[in-house]
């Protein structure tokens, strides 16, 4: 017996998955190394230039080098934290709704959630695609967010 997927294209798990892999902002950490610690100095860079022109309006930058040089390595730093996380969240949510095997959604967006049981073939694909593409990107994630918190951390302490 044939059973169709009642649930929406765009609310597919595989679907999400593909989605989120080619979209601008999360494709990021599927990169390869290279471009992905690219991706990680540009965002810090820009959370450091950021810092330091927020810096300028609280106190004289000639005389507090050091200081500002610092502040703007705290902001990156917070910068690549807070983009870590919103990068994480979101391949997190694919990923449980690829391992999960019932799916909750809504046909018309009146509130009206519906919840599917996936066929076991289903599951096995959405299970292999959650266990071995999504699960890699979230534990380089979960690396990042570690180096950079644990630097803020040592920069905190040390100040």
Known sequence: MLM???VPLEQRPFNEFNTLKSSWL?????????KYVLYLFCIWFFGWIFTISLCFGFFSPLKNVLDLFFYGVIGGNIFVCFD????????????????????????SGWYDGQLWVKTPELLIKDRLVAIYQVKPLLYRLKQTFELFATSLFFIFLGS
């Not at 494709?27 to 290279?34: A, D, E, F, G, I």
Request: hydrophobic share 40%; proline share 6%.
């Open 4 to 6: 169709i997927c009642p």
């Open 26 to 34: 999360f494709c990021w950490p599927s990169l390869n190394y290279k």
């Open 84 to 107: 870590v996380i919103r990068l994480y969240l979101g391949w997190s949510y694919v990923g449980n709704r690829l391992l999960s095997a019932s799916i909750c959604y809504e046909e």
